[in-house]
């Protein structure tokens, strides 16, 4: 369809179509060629599409590799955008290379993330907001909590964790990502040392080496960098806990949240004595 994108903005760059435009093969920059092991590591450990017809989102969705990952894991409706049209064009391209008939469930969109409406049951943010200027990162926030159904889910990957100065992808942080998104939304789950085959490789950089283990190359600007995974669910009721697994002592179960109505809905902070809380 046409593309609903409005001016360029600070959220809304224009650079993103001239590198898709120019040629971006699978596999390259911030290409993965497949669905984010992050993603694939998250979707083994839970069931986010508990039920019929709930409906997933992926901003910056490139190729859509993510998007029909969540399809296949049980949403009725992932919804692809992506500010490129020529993306856009590569995602459907994509989809209609696939064989798998979960395709039918992803809708490829070409507009601007911070003009979307709706509500989604589930947010995947990976690589989205170290991409984006930061003086748009409030409105980032702001923004999903809006998009997010009342018992909604935001899961963001935080990548790269680094020094770098300068982007994108600009340097991320756990303590950056907790700051903007705690006004709106309460943390239920902190991944901080997920195993090395469910890290973010883009740019090709995680190749598999014949003995099964990844290596490093082509470094530049996307390179490998040590990253976390966070869950942000929209505001829960008391009742919700978090997910622990046996071998997880990097789970954070947090209090303290700004709960609607001002009631105390949060996870005690000795509810789960054994997981090391972040500390930044």
């Not at 040629?23 to 092991?37: H, M, T, V």
């Not at 969540?70 to 955008?81: M, T």
């Not at 690589?127 to 003086?135: E, G, I, M, Q, R």
Request: charged share 20%.
């Amino acid at each position: 369809g046409p593309a609903n994108v409005g001016m360029p903005h600070a959220g809304a760059s224009p650079r993103w179509e001239e590198i898709w435009a120019g040629g971006l093969r699978k596999g390259q920059a911030f290409d993965i060629g497949a669905p984010s092991q992050t993603l694939v590591g998250a979707l083994a450990r839970a069931k986010y599409a508990e039920h019929a017809g709930m409906r997933a989102l992926v901003p910056g969705c490139g190729r859509a590799y993510d998007a029909l990952a969540l399809a296949k894991h049980g949403f009725d409706e992932v919804v692809a955008v992506d500010l490129s049209p020529t993306a856009c064009n590569a995602a459907r391209e994509e989809l209609a290379a696939t064989s798998d008939p979960a395709t039918s469930k992803v809708s490829v969109l070409c507009a601007d993330f911070f003009e979307l409406k709706g509500r989604f049951d589930l947010i995947w943010d990976v690589t989205f907001l170290c991409a984006l200027d930061p003086s748009v990162r409030v409105q980032w926030a702001s923004q999903h909590r809006s998009l997010l159904a009342p018992r909604g889910r935001l899961l963001t990957c935080i990548f790269p964790i680094t020094d770098k100065e300068g982007g994108p992808p600009f340097a991320m942080s756990i303590p950056l990502v907790k700051a903007l998104l705690e006004p709106h939304l309460q943390c239920v789950e902190l991944r901080d040392e997920l195993p090395e085959a469910e890290q973010h490789t883009p740019g090709g950089i995680g190749l598999i080496s014949a003995s099964g283990t990844r290596t490093a190359q082509q470094r530049g600007p996307w390179q490998r960098e040590p990253w976390r995974i966070k869950c942000w669910p929209s505001l829960q009721p008391a009742q919700h806990r978090v997910r622990t697994t046996a071998s997880s002592c990097a789970i954070g179960g947090w209090s303290g949240a700004k709960v609607e109505g001002g009631g105390g809905g949060g996870v005690p902070p000795d509810a789960f004595p054994n997981c090391i809380d972040e500390q930044g």
